[in-house]
């Protein structure tokens, strides 16, 4: 398939704990995307990386690309309830190629 | 101020009725998109369209049509409508390999 793969489908941790998603696809890419969907809402971008970024951080998010191994992780360090969310990568392949993952849904339990 | 809007927020149709969703971005980006998420949440990219062209079309019966009267809008829509079409559908937009940013999405039930 052309979508890429999160893992864990879910995961559910305490209030404080770090929280890493993996997200593995196929194909070269151009750059990969994290976004965040709450429950019956919309997606919220959340950060980009491109192909020749290995490591980025914004605020308690650290996202991680491996392009050898065409896999790239999210981690959300000490977590807060308000964190509960989906998780979704997304690849952009060029020409306006744009797949998810299946997305990892997160519950951190305050 | 609102980057990427659609309307409707929820839209409630008979099967076999046509409908349409609308999309407004104010982002000045050149692309924009239609994903369908179904109810596992898998989001798949039905359209793309970039200075009025359609680049991606991605199996999407032909019951499904995408309108773009200007770079600002791509509009969804949707003929004869069946049970399977019910999902929710996000508009999107971005500039070429630059962020995409979402819509707050259409839950469209066909009953």
């Known amino acids: 398939s052309q979508q890429g793969e999160e893992d864990p489908q879910a995961l559910s941790i305490q209030e404080g704990e770090n929280a890493t998603m993996n997200c593995s696809y196929k194909?070269?890419?151009?750059?990969l995307q994290w976004y965040r969907q709450n429950s019956g809402r919309g997606l919220v971008h959340l950060i980009l990386?491109?192909?020749?970024?290995r490591e980025k951080h914004s605020g308690r998010l650290r996202v991680t690309l491996d392009t050898s191994k065409k896999s790239s992780s999210l981690l959300i360090t000490a977590s807060r309830a308000a964190d509960t969310a989906s998780y979704f990568c997304?690849?952009?392949?060029?020409?306006?190629?744009?797949?998810f993952g299946t997305g990892t849904s997160l519950t951190v339990i305050p | 101020d609102t980057a990427v809007s659609q309307t409707p927020k929820y839209l409630v149709t008979q099967m076999g009725n046509d409908k349409s969703i609308k999309c407004e971005q104010n982002?000045?980006?050149?692309?924009m998109y239609w994903y369908k998420q179904d109810s596992k949440k898998f989001l798949k990219i039905m359209f793309s369209?970039?200075?009025?062209?359609?680049?991606i079309n991605e199996t999407v019966p032909n019951r499904f049509s995408p309108k773009s009267p200007d770079k600002a809008h791509l509009n969804l829509h949707i003929n004869s409508l069946e049970l399977g079409d019910s999902a929710v559908y996000f508009c999107?937009?971005?500039?070429?390999?630059?962020?995409?940013?979402f819509g707050q999405g259409t839950r469209l039930t066909v009953v």
């Open positions: 999107a937009s971005s500039r070429r390999s630059g962020t995409t940013f």
């Open positions: 990386i491109r192909s020749n970024e």
């Open positions: 194909t070269s890419i151009n750059n």
């Open positions: 369209y970039n200075n009025k062209e359609l680049i």
């Open positions: 982002l000045g980006h050149d692309t």
């Open positions: 997304a690849t952009d392949r060029g020409g306006n190629q744009f797949y």
